[in-house]
C-alpha cells in the first residue's frame, strides 16, 4: 500500500505519531479566522546549535524548534561533549571553544540534512576520530562535495559503504586554512557547512564558490548567524569568495525567528480555503526565503498584509494560475504550490529546482506520482513540475518518508473529503503536531 518505508530509527523521541498509522482528512466546517505562532526555524536551530557548542561561554537560545532535525543535532554534540540544557523552546550550550571533549563517538545524524552538512566540518576542526551515520535516504542524498574540500583541507575520510556518503569514518588533527574551491550547484549547504567551522581553521580560510548556488539566502543565513556570534566573514567579488580569519565564536542570548518553511503551509491553507491566517513572531523582512511564498500568493489573488512582526494572508474565492515561477531560490514550498495548483484557474509551472531531487526524497517525481493518483494532470519536467487545474478525487496518498509531502498533500485534504495520507509521523523532521494544528484550525483529522 505504501511504496516507500519510512525509515523508523530517524524519528526522534520528539515525534508523536505511532507506526502504520494513516491520517484521513475532510474539509474545514467553518471559514479560518486565526492568529497563530509557528515554531522555531529548523535552519536557524540548527545553525544556532552547532555555533554555541563551538562558543567561548554559554548561549542561551530561544524560540528553538523541538522537531526530529533538532533532535538528532544535540543528540550528536552532547555524544561530543557539550552540555545542553532544554527547557521547552529555551536551551542553554555550554560552549566548548572549538576542543570537542569526546574525541571517539558514533553520531547518528538522521535524516537531517543541515546535521549531515554541518557537522563534519565542525568536527574536521577538532582531533579525533568520529563515525557518522544517518538515515538510509541520508546515505543516498550528497555529501561528495563537502567530504572532498575537507579532505583537501587535512580531514582523513574512510567510506564505510559507498564512496562521497554516510556512514563514514572521519579523522581530524585540526582544519588547515588557506583556499578551497566549493560547488553550491547541488546543495547551499556544502558551503554553509565549510563556513560554520572556518573560524576555527588552522590558518586563515578563503572559501571559493564555483559557480549558481541554489537557495543561496541559506548561505546568507549562516553568514548573519556568525556575526551574531561575534565572528566577521569577509564576503568578497559579489559573494564569490568568502574569508574567515581565526577567530572564536562568541556566547549569546538570541531569540530565533519561527519557521517560514512551516508557515507556509499555514498561509497557503487560508490562500486555499479564502480564509484568513495571521502569524506572529515574523516579519516579511527575514532572511528565510520561503517568504517569497507570499508575492506568489498575491499573484494569485490572496491578500497579504506585512506587519512588523507579523504576516497576515486572507484567500480568495477563486485562485489565479497561468503562470511559471522559478523555485530555485526557494524550493522548500515548490511542494506547498504544486498543492495548491490543481485549485488555480490556469496551469502552474514550477522551474529551476533539479535539486529537489536530492532532498528528502526526488520530490519531483513524488509529487509528479502522488498528484496523478488523485486524477490530476501533471507534467513531470528536469526540473520541475506542470500542474493543470483539475478536481482532485480522494485516494490514499504515500508522502516518501518526506515531511514536506505530507504538509503540501494535506493542503488538499481540506478541499477534497477523505484524502488519506499514509505514515503522517514523518511530518515529524520538522513540526511534530503538524496534524494537531491542522485539526485546531477546523480541518477534519483522523488517524486510523
Ligand atoms: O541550510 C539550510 O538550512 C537549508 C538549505 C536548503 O537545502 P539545500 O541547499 O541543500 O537545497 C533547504 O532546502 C533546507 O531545508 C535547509
Ligand atoms: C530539504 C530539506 O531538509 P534538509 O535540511 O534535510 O536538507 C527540507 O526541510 O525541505
Redesign the pocket.
Known sequence: MIQHEPDREARSPWSQHQEGQTVRLSPLHAQIDHTLRIPGS??FT??ALIIAALAKGTTRLQGVLQSDDSYWCMKALRELGVHIDVDGDTVTVQGNEGQWAISEAELYVGAA??VA?FLPSALAIGKGVWTLKGSRRMSERPLTVLLNALSSLGCDIQYQENPGSVPLTLQANGLNGGEVTVS?A????FI?GLLLAAPYAKEPLMIRIDGEV??RD?VE??LDMMRAFGVKPEVQDDGRTIAIQPSVYEARTLSLEPDV?TCGYFWALAALTNGRIRIEGISAQTRQPDIELLHVLEQMGCTITRGETFVEVRGTARLKGGFTVSMQRW??QTLTLAALAPFADGPITLTDAA??R??ECDRIAAICQELRKLGIQVEEHEDGLTVHPGQPQPALLDPHDDHRMAMALSLIGARVNGLQIADPGCVSKTCPDFYERWRDLGVGVDFI
Not at 186 to 189: A, G, K, P, T
Request: aromatic share 4%; proline share 0%; no cysteine.
Open positions: 529548523k535552519s540548527n545553525r540534512g543541515t552538512r553550491g547541488v546543495s547551499s549547504q554553509s541554489v537557495q541559506y543565513m549562516t518553511s524550493s522548500d535539486h529537489i536530492h532532498h
